[in-house]
């Protein structure tokens, strides 16, 4: 298993692989095929997606299960709806997670709702491919991070993958999952390579996993923020600080008894979320741990976010927007300043 | 019009009416909670248009959608349960009149969104047409909603991928107590059809004969593989908007009058007889039938217990 | 000021004041006038919106300024961004908070962020009226809760009034407010009445009131909890112990001054937020206190919100569904025992 | 048109193409961060309605839009800074080529959501009827929003309303990399048109003269509050979508070359000379100028610092 790839084929390999076991599953999106649909091109695709994720599949599979929409986001947003209440399996993608008020009624009012307003009697099992994220200088309406405002919604399920690994697997399950599953990409980690099998495998959605053990202080990290948490678990491991690093994976529903089992024995926590900073997971996170685990807790639960502004355009701006290592050892310090110390005594 | 046609045609009008008179009814008794907008006077589209369904085609349906879901075949005890919000309803008592369903009538939901049920059918309809059958979907939704934009992206999505989707829009000359002259820069819908490079036809709505015919044509057209079609039917409902509403903005003449004095199912009977296509015996005979019908279902829905405490959190997640 | 007026009146009262003190504002919604376009109506109102909000100012300001709009939401709530941002003062009705799927991205990429996007060289003077709450037998997709959702975005302030007096003064600031403010109503409360002046005041947005003073827990609550709120004062009163009770009033952005004051000095909380439990107000209000005041409490905060489901029709599961004072008074119970008993010891 | 408005065309015209083929340059070298659209090729369009405008009249524009800004007279310099993401920028650095805007000249802002400027069109429009002005609003936008939902519903409140608004559609026969032909239901964007009760046109978008006489039309009809009007410009842009773009969905043959072969601005330096609008001497000494103003933006802009660190926090509220 040393096969490195990136996050974008770790992607690709997994809407492949679920195409061929299942002819349910159909994708459909803004220039996913792109240009498919153009005489001279013979069905193949010119693009693959704007990031290039879906590269090759409409060669493979047609133009039939790889869909190429017009501009119509509440359209076919809302057909993926339609059709998986009728039995297919349809992956939309919606471009930017900045779209989403274009379709935001498909999900909030139909597909969340429909099961429950039917009484238990529809399935609705779709997997909506996004990105989020900061860091591409692509401003304010193609930077955000939704995935708290999605995952707010009942019924709906929310998966933030921070790595090719966990990436592939995740999709396969999303896309097995009989719910709605939101799986939003970080942008800026489609060129991040690692260690991926080939063939099919699974990562269970609902679980984070601890990437490392520690004793002083729990971080736990939602997507490309684990880059971030693993440099200050590094650093703060330099002044004898012992830092444990939680990727969260699914942010709705987050896994409350891997994060509260840490905390259990860390007594220390910080949250890093990209999203604006209010009503998003980081502070979810942040009240049921000080509630369920009380009595544990040496110090706050910290949270860091981005501040509550669009995301500005210019390069240094947008530095400053994305929570850092620095930004999170300077809330660090507050928490641990006693066990920095303990070194010194 | 083949005689079992006309048969069924007019038991389901009648079913319809005496359905949503006797909701009104009991509504104003306080016994049904909640917003309810009653079909009662539009009984010729839902029926004239799902008398070519069958259970593997789907219909999507409005605020307004007890016609469609009788029409469609849903079970009338467990629809009025659901309306009285019971355990016992289609639903289990959570939709309520606004969502009512039964997916495996083909019946995708009333909608409490105006506009909603656009893209829903389109999704219908390329699944029907990825798995290579010959079944239709029925797109109900009215005036009103025809200025929603999923309307637009809705009627695209069909017409440049020929999915086999029957657009109905019930133009009953308001979406509450908005004028369709006023909100549409149209005049009518269908001639909406021509950006969508659609069929677009304009019917006498009260006429279920009418209907029954456009509708035909559509749904064969589009088993056939031929693609979407807009019917546009002229009608007019004989309460107000919903429950409560007291009409001020109905005008008592001109083609109002003209509307609200067409009684669909008498139009009807009075047709079927003369085709004959029905006795007046079979007429009276299905009158009394539905009349029994009704009152079994309501009988039905106020035995029928609340549903369980823990029914709050159960159907979330699959 | 002996005047009881229900809210529904207080709502019309200050719509009717803000119109006749600056020709800038119109309102804009479905039936907002309703009929006013029949003929034989003469530009008189048949409805003035669906629970009748509006009634009697189009008659008086006239089909210009009390305009009714086709079955649009993106349409006409973006207009009313068009219409702020070059000069206009516009209060668009969103009939439902649920509808807001079909409008969400004049909010969220156009309206929140044109004046960060366009360097500070844009205003957007607008207030959003709309409506929330179960209670009204109205079903999933007309009794949520999205105040949360939207205090989650940069640049806009939501506002959401308990009752008829802070209604028609926080109306009134949120209509001269430069901002986009979100005015968000509990269909349930229409009908409630109290005392309110006559002609022009305004409430401050952004500040909480205190409604009753108390040492031993403080309870926040959002707009119709604050109902709850008092009758748990009442209940817990009875037995010794003494609530504060403050009312939010501004959920975006909350007065962290005012709660966290409270806390310091009752060192517990409760929030009562009827919106779904995940991401939410409370949510952040609880992550904001456990953190700022983390040295002051005495017991982990509770938030008490509606659980994560759609709204139920049944009338049985909705009561079930909204918060109610048996069901804040057992989260008291657990931080409260040692107090309860005081009056035992 | 008169000799001074075509040596204003000639000039913008001038200006879009060095601005765009510059910024193009300085992309590929790595000095300009995120996503571009360049608007090379299609400067008839913008040009020849802005001729038609003043400070007072608003536009709405899309990702593509520094070809709408420049003609509606926003400052080169602040442009170019703001795509370099400097301080000195129009938007502070802070919008970036997505977001171009400058409110006081009448720009509402380039846009990043396809079919974003619908509806704020509608509402400049509202205002400006409302106060009683003979402002016009144009709102442009491509073939691929005219999919969008916020068209239907922009067009038809428009309508309704009867608002000064011109609706341009810059049909460049793509939307990313897929074709007009396949997206749209309709032949063409104008024709759409009906469904709106306005009127509406298709024009060669190649053509400046052709682009400026219809346009002119609209404009005067929505002064004299006659309400919107559809124009539809056929045109075709010589960048790829976006910067980094291969374009392999570009055909070489048939209506494709056609248009790319047409070169707007050779085609109105020849037309205006031949009309005795413009001398050879002033067309070459209008190339001269704008090469110089272009170089001046860039320099400007490299040479301006980014912003203060505190501007990411301001400018939220007012
Ligand atoms: C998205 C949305 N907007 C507004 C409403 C409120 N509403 C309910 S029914 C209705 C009128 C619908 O008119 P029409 O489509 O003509 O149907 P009709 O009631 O006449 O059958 C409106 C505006 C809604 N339920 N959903
Ligand atoms: C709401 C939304 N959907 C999708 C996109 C992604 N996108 C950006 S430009 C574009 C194509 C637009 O096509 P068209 O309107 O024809 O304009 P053109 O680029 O051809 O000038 C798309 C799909 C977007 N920015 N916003
Ligand atoms: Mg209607
Ligand atoms: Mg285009």
């Known amino acids: 298993m040393t096969r490195k790839i990136t996050m974008m084929k770790a992607i690709n390999e997994a809407l492949d692989i679920a195409m061929e076991r299942d002819e349910k599953v159909i994708l459909l999106g803004e220039d996913i095929a792109g240009g498919a649909t153009v005489e001279h091109l013979n069905g193949k695709g010119a693009w693959g997606g704007v990031f290039g994720l879906t590269k090759g599949l409409v060669e493979k599979y047609g133009t039939e299960r790889v869909i190429d929409t017009p501009i119509s986001e509440m359209g076919y947003m809302g057909a993926a709806v339609g059709a998986a209440a009728t039995g297919l399996r349809p992956v939309p993608e919606l471009m930017f997670n900045d779209f989403i008020g274009f379709c935001f009624d498909t999900i909030l009012a139909q597909g969340s709702k429909m099961r429950y307003m039917f009484g238990g009697k529809a399935t609705i099992p779709m997997t909506i491919r996004t990105n989020h994220g900061a860091g591409a200088s692509a401003a304010a309406q193609h930077s955000g991070s939704y995935y708290g405002i999605l995952g707010s919604i009942p019924g709906i399920k929310v998966v933030v993958p921070s790595n090719p690994y966990d990436a592939k697997g995740l999709l396969l399950s999303a896309i097995e999952d009989d719910n709605i599953v939101v799986f939003s990409e970080d942008k800026t980690l489609y060129g991040l390579k690692g260690e991926v099998p080939e063939g099919y495998y699974t990562v269970e959605i609902g679980k984070a996993k601890v990437k490392r053990e520690g004793t002083d202080l729990t971080i736990v990290s939602i997507g490309k923020m684990l880059y971030v948490a693993e440099e200050v678990a590094d650093r703060l491991a330099e002044e004898g600080v012992s830092v444990e690093v939680i990727d969260l994976l699914t942010v709705a529903p987050w896994d409350q008894e891997t994060v509260i089992h840490s905390v259990k024995k860390t007594n220390r926590l910080i949250v890093i979320d990209e999203s604006n900073p209010h009503n998003n997971t980081a502070t979810d996170i942040a009240s049921v741990v000080s509630d369920k685990a009380f009595d544990y807790l040496d110090a706050p639960v910290k949270c860091v976010c981005a501040p509550n502004t669009p995301v500005p355009f210019a390069k240094n701006l947008e530095e400053l927007y994305i929570p850092n290592a620095d930004k999170v050892l300077k809330v660090a310090d507050d928490i641990i300043f006693d066990l920095k110390n303990r070194t010194l005594v | ?318």
Chains 1, 3 share one sequence.
């Open chain 2, 1 to 318: 019009m083949e005689k079992k046609d006309a048969l069924w045609i007019y038991e389901k009008m009648n079913d319809i009416r005496l359905f949503e008179d006797k909701v009104h009814e009991i509504f104003s008794s306080g016994e049904i909670p909640g917003f309810v907008h009653l079909y009662a006077g539009e009984e010729a589209v839902a029926t004239g248009v799902c008398a070519h369904l069958n259970d593997n085609d789907y219909i999507t349906s409005t605020h307004r959608g007890h016609g469609h879901c009788i029409a469609k075949g849903c079970d009338l005890n467990g629809m009025m349960a659901e309306i009285f919000g019971k355990e016992t309803g289609l639903c289990k008592g959570k939709g309520g009149s606004m969502h009512i369903a039964d997916i495996d009538k083909g019946m995708l939901g009333a909608n409490g969104m105006v506009g909603g049920g656009f893209p829903l059918a389109v999704g219908a309809g390329l699944r029907n047409k990825y798995l290579k059958t010959d079944n239709v979907v029925v797109c109900f939704f009215g005036d009103g909603a025809a200025n929603e934009g999923t309307f637009h992206e809705g009627l695209n999505l069909a017409s440049i991928w020929k999915l086999p989707v029957i657009f109905v829009c019930e133009n009953n000359m308001f979406g509450e107590a908005t004028p369709q002259a006023y909100a549409s820069a149209s005049k009518t819908i269908a001639e909406r059809s021509v950006a969508y490079n659609m069929p677009g036809v304009r019917v006498d709505g009260k006429n279920v004969l009418e209907v029954y015919e456009e509708a035909g044509n559509a749904i064969e057209r589009a088993r056939n593989g031929e693609g979407p079609t807009l019917i546009e039917c002229v009608t007019y409902r004989n309460y107000g908007h919903f429950e409560g509403d007291e009409q001020k903005y109905k005008a008592k003449d001109g083609t109002e009058k003209e509307l609200a004095d067409k009684d669909c199912i008498t139009i009807f009977r009075k047709q079927a007889i003369e085709l004959n296509l029905m006795t007046e015996n079979e007429a009276d005979e299905i009158e009394k039938a539905s009349v029994e019908r009704i009152q079994a279902a309501i009988q039905f829905a106020k035995e029928s217990p609340l549903p369980r405490p823990e029914a709050l959190y159960e159907d979330v997640y699959a």
